[in-house]
């Protein structure tokens, strides 16, 4: 055990603290003390937790230095807490809770690691190549914020892959088929008609970005290509799926017609 040893926060964290993040570390170590522990390498280097050792580092915090060489597993127990206590109970909360509010440095994280180290451990590298993408280009955008507000959303894995028959819902399409196939038309209308029933096929589009978040690239261009989910606006009105009223269309069309030329 070792005391009155200086950490030092890692150059390379890949973690960003925002202010938010720091407020929340600061108001759980306040409010129901250090919970879990930090981890620092032999050169004492942190290679975890360098948010919540800065944050009890202004509130003066006593450290102290437990050394393992991996092959344990070190339980801090809190002897103030029981399992029934409120305190106890906020603690757990704002432990989950404060890791959330912080995000990795994707560019950071591009640069010391390889895609296939990242696809190893179930990083989507396309998602974050759109991500630094996204954020390259909101650095090189000017502060109209008006019609360049529009962000492609990101789609990241929040629960299990939900199946096929859970995507969408052919309870009108088939009453609409029934009724056109019941009706003696000629096979030139009939055909019209249940191309135009196919409109009322109701699709469930929280479940297809989850499905979208779990497929692999082949699957997901397909989507995208055929606008179950939006990657890229440009591309969404290129493909005739995105209508802007004209106003503002206009708008866009003003700000972004530099861009073409």
């Known amino acids: 055990m070792e005391e009155n040893v200086e950490i030092k926060i890692d150059p390379r964290n890949y973690r960003i603290h925002g202010d938010e993040n720091k407020r929340l570390i600061h108001k759980s170590l306040v409010e129901c003390g250090a919970g879990r522990s930090v981890l620092a390498d032999r050169d004492n280097v942190l290679i975890a937790g360098n948010g919540v050792y800065e944050e009890a580092q202004k509130l003066g915090l006593k450290v102290r230095i437990v050394e393992s060489d991996g092959t344990e597993l070190i339980v801090i127990k809190r002897k103030d807490l029981s399992t029934e206590d409120e305190k106890r109970k906020l603690l757990a909360l704002a432990d989950n809770h404060t890791s959330d509010t912080s995000e990795f440095d994707w560019k950071l994280v591009i640069e010391n690691f390889s895609p296939d180290v990242l696809n190893d451990w179930e990083f989507s590298v396309d998602e974050i190549e759109l991500s630094t993408d996204i954020h390259n280009s909101d650095d090189e955008k000017d502060n109209n914020l008006y019609t360049k507000k ?112």
Request: proline content about 3%; charged content about 25%; glycine content about 2%.
């Open 150 to 261: 529009i962000v492609s959303p990101i789609y990241t894995p929040t629960g299990n892959k939900p199946a096929i028959s859970e995507l969408y819902n052919l309870e009108t399409y088939n009453c609409l088929m029934k009724q056109i196939q019941e009706c003696n038309l000629d096979k030139q209308t009939k055909d019209f008609l249940q191309i135009a029933a196919s409109r009322h096929i109701v699709f469930d589009y929280g479940k297809i970005a989850e499905f979208y978040a779990h497929s692999n690239n082949i699957i997901q261009n397909l989507m995208e290509n055929s606008a179950l989910v939006i990657i890229d606006f440009n591309k969404a009105i290129e493909l005739g799926y995105v209508c802007l009223k004209k106003e503002l269309s206009d708008s866009y069309l003003e700000d972004y017609s530099n861009d073409e030329k």
